[in-house]
């Protein structure tokens, strides 16, 4: 993954009087390197620009706006799938965070707090929240899977109305009715 210009902040040179703002707006090839690490098409637009605030003696905060259009595959028909994406994205760097030594922890409530790094990098922090903002199943307007029956060969194929619970009961009485007569 390239490094984006100016996406590296060593947190010990920042002023801890205010905040520090930020906004990155990557070029077309390092778009195209981001999409070739989500493993997505292509990326259109993307920008991240927020700020890093200091909370207390050594903590921080960085609450920023995460937008993009990105295209992927249709999960039905492949074909390509824009999708806009606005994401508030936040992160508390905390430096008194104890060490988990456990093989099985809990998550706690609050996922966004992480322990405090000498250097951050905001083109991490961006790559990361745009991964989990991306859809999951994107889908094309018309895309449309249809019913699909398998079976083996010489076998009749079991259809969605045969699978419904009850689907079977009207035979039943069918065959009930005609034994009676």
Do not use: H
């Not at 990098?121 to 018309?142: F, G, H, S, T, W």
Request: hydrophobic share 40%; glycine share 4%; aromatic share 4%.
């Amino acid at each position: 993954m390239a490094n984006l210009p100016q996406s590296q902040l060593r947190l010990s040179d920042l002023t801890t009087r205010q905040a520090t703002s930020f906004d990155l707006v990557p070029t077309a090839d390092e778009r195209r390197a981001v999409a070739d690490a989500l493993g997505i098409n292509g990326i259109k637009k993307l920008k991240f620009s927020g700020q890093l605030a200091p909370v207390g003696k050594s903590d921080w905060t960085l609450t920023a706006d995460l937008g993009a259009t990105v295209v992927q595959d249709c999960v039905v028909t492949l074909a390509p799938v824009t999708t806009r994406i606005d994401e508030a994205v936040r992160r508390n760097y905390m430096a008194n965070l104890p060490e988990v030594e456990a093989t099985e922890i809990e998550m706690p409530e609050d996922d966004t707090i992480e322990p405090l790094p000498a250097t951050l990098d905001l083109a991490q922090v961006m790559i990361e929240a745009l991964a989990l903002a991306l859809p999951l199943y994107p889908r094309a307007p018309d895309a449309d899977l249809g019913e699909a029956v398998f079976t083996e060969p010489g076998t009749a194929p079991l259809t969605d109305d045969d699978a419904k619970p009850f689907a079977g009961l009207g035979a039943l009485r069918d065959r009930l009715e005609n034994k009676d007569e």
